[in-house]
C-alpha cells in the first residue's frame, strides 16, 4: 500500500545549523510529495510540494527533491532558525487523499 | 479571504457518546477532507466530500460519518465513542475534486476531542 516514512524526533540542532529531515515513501504510480509544517497551537500548512520526478520543492529557504530512483523526498534548510521549530511531516497524494508520515519535531535552539 | 474554520476548539466526551463537529471551507473551496491526528503521529485521512457527496474514505469504521452543505461547509459525527477516538480532528478544504497536488488542502486548526 501507499505510506510515508520519515526519520524519528525530536531533532535538536543550534541556529543556522544545517537541517536534513530524511522522508522515503511507497506507492504506486506517480504521487505528487509534499511538505508539511505545523507549529505550535496552528493548523497544519503547506510548506513545498513537488509533483513529478527530479521536480524541487522550495519555500521560506527550505528545499527538498523528488526523487523517483530512491523514493525520497529530504527536507534540506541551509541556516535554521528558532522561529523555524515545530513539527514537520512528508506526505503524498494518492487517490484523492493525503498520507502522512508521523512527524518529526524540530527545536533549534539560540 | 477567510481561512478554514472549526468549532469547538476543544471538547471532552465519554464513551459512548456521539459528537459533532463542524467545519467552514475556505471561501470558494468546494471539497471538504477530514483527518484524525492522534497525539505523537500524522494525520489519517478519514473521508472527503465533494458536492454534498461522500468522495474517498479511509480505514475508519462506519460510526465515522459526515455531511457536507450546500454552501461547502462540513460536519463530522462520530457515534458510540471510544477512548481511542481521543485525537486533534483536522478540516481540510481545496478548490477543487482531488488532491493532484494542483488542488492545495488548507488546512483548519483542529477540534480536540477528549474521550473519557
Known amino acids: 500500500g501507499n505510506s510515508v516514512t520519515q526519520m524519528e524526533g525530536p531533532v535538536t540542532l543550534s541556529e543556522e545549523a544545517f537541517l536534513t529531515i530524511n522522508c522515503t515513501y511507497t506507492?504506486?504510480?506517480?504521487?505528487?510529495l509534499f511538505w508539511y509544517v505545523q507549529y505550535p497551537g496552528e493548523g497544519l500548512q503547506l510548506l513545498l510540494k513537488?509533483?513529478?520526478?527530479?521536480d524541487k520543492g522550495s519555500n521560506k529557504g527550505f528545499e527538498a527533491t523528488y526523487r523517483k530512483e530512491t523514493t525520497s523526498f529530504h527536507l534540506e534548510k541551509g541556516s535554521v532558525q528558532v522561529s523555524d521549530s515545530a513539527v514537520y511531516f512528508c506526505?503524498?497524494?494518492?487517490?484523492?487523499?493525503?498520507?502522512f508520515g508521523k512527524g518529526t519535531r524540530l527545536h533549534i535552539l539560540p | 479571504e477567510t481561512g478554514v474554520t472549526q468549532s469547538p476548539t476543544h471538547l471532552i466526551k465519554t464513551r459512548g457518546q456521539q459528537v459533532t463537529l463542524r467545519c467552514s471551507s475556505q471561501?470558494?473551496?468546494?471539497?471538504v477532507s477530514w483527518y484524525q491526528q492522534a497525539l505523537g503521529q500524522g494525520p489519517q485521512f478519514i473521508f472527503q466530500?465533494?458536492?454534498?457527496?461522500?468522495?474517498g474514505r479511509g480505514n475508519f469504521p462506519p460510526r465515522f460519518s459526515g455531511l457536507q452543505f450546500p454552501n461547502y461547509s462540513s460536519e463530522l459525527n462520530v457515534n458510540a465513542l471510544e477512548l481511542d477516538d481521543s485525537a486533534l480532528y483536522l478540516c481540510a478544504s481545496s478548490r477543487a475534486y482531488g488532491t493532484s497536488g494542483n488542488n492545495e488542502q488548507f488546512f483548519g486548526p483542529g477540534t480536540r476531542l477528549t474521550v473519557l
Open positions: 506507492a504506486t504510480g506517480y504521487p505528487s
Open positions: 513537488a509533483t513529478k520526478a527530479d
Open positions: 506526505a503524498l497524494s494518492r487517490d484523492d487523499k493525503i498520507i
Open positions: 471561501s470558494g473551496h468546494n471539497t
Open positions: 466530500y465533494y458536492r454534498e457527496e461522500e468522495n
